[in-house]
């Protein structure tokens, strides 16, 4: 089976940097996927990480740990338009089985 | 920007009735995938699908469920006989390969509520 942690709820204001962690016990593991989610709208991809390191994407970026499967969003400068759900997957060969999600609100 | 498209956005049907959820991917993706989200939960993958045929299902994805490709656009997800605890939103998904590097891109999801 498949498992992932990650917070349930994270505050930050405009401007601030925010890591959301994400710690995952699996098989058949392939990468970690960041997804993005607007009040129950479509999830949004947002990044990919299969080998261990930093993958940057202009303000976020995403670290992966396969040792402490453990791995990381990290979200700069931080926009009112940043607030939403962001869920960490872990890939399978064809599946995407997702976290809880964390709940991001950022503040002025 | 090529986007997925689902009907309908919400659609509410009486427990025991067949429902056919349908999705549009984006035309040059070759995989197919659909996922469930009970409110305030989280997203949960049902079924993979390509080159006709199922890839990979979860245990939610029982004898109830029924995917197929009925012609070169469409994709469906059909519910045989609704149980109450089947109301949630179902994403249609798809990516333009397998390959790991490469996201998922989801549909914006059809509401199904089941009474």
């Known amino acids: 089976g498949q498992s992932l942690e990650q917070p349930s709820e994270v505050t930050a204001v405009e401007g601030a940097i925010v890591q959301i962690n994400c710690t995952y016990q699996?098989?058949?593991?392939?990468?970690l996927s960041w997804y993005q989610q607007h009040d129950g709208g479509a999830p949004t991809f947002l990044s990919y990480?299969?080998?261990?390191g930093l993958e940057e994407t202009g303000r976020f970026s995403s670290f992966l740990s396969r040792s402490d499967s453990y791995g990381y969003l990290l979200l700069q400068e931080l926009q009112m338009k940043d607030s939403a759900s962001y869920f960490c997957a872990v890939r399978g060969y064809s599946t995407l089985t997702f976290g809880k999600g964390t709940m991001l609100l950022v503040s002025p | 920007e090529p986007e997925v498209t689902q009907t309908p956005s919400h659609q509410v049907t009486q427990m025991g009735q067949e429902v056919i959820l349908r999705c549009v991917p984006i035309?040059?993706?070759?995989?197919f995938y659909w996922y469930r989200q009970i409110l305030g939960q989280k997203v949960e993958f049902l079924v993979s699908f390509y080159n006709n045929e199922i890839s990979e299902k979860s245990e939610i994805f029982d004898d109830q469920f029924s995917v197929e490709r009925p012609d070169g656009s469409n994709f469906t997800l059909k519910i045989r006989s609704t149980k109450l605890e089947d109301s949630a939103m179902y994403f249609c998904?798809?990516?333009?390969?397998?390959?790991?590097?490469?996201?998922?891109?989801f549909g914006p999801g059809t509401r199904l509520t089941v009474t």
């Open positions: 699996t098989s058949g593991f392939y990468g």
């Open positions: 998904a798809s990516s333009e390969q397998r390959g790991v590097r490469v996201g998922q891109y």
């Open positions: 990480n299969g080998l261990d």
């Open positions: 035309s040059n993706h070759l995989y």
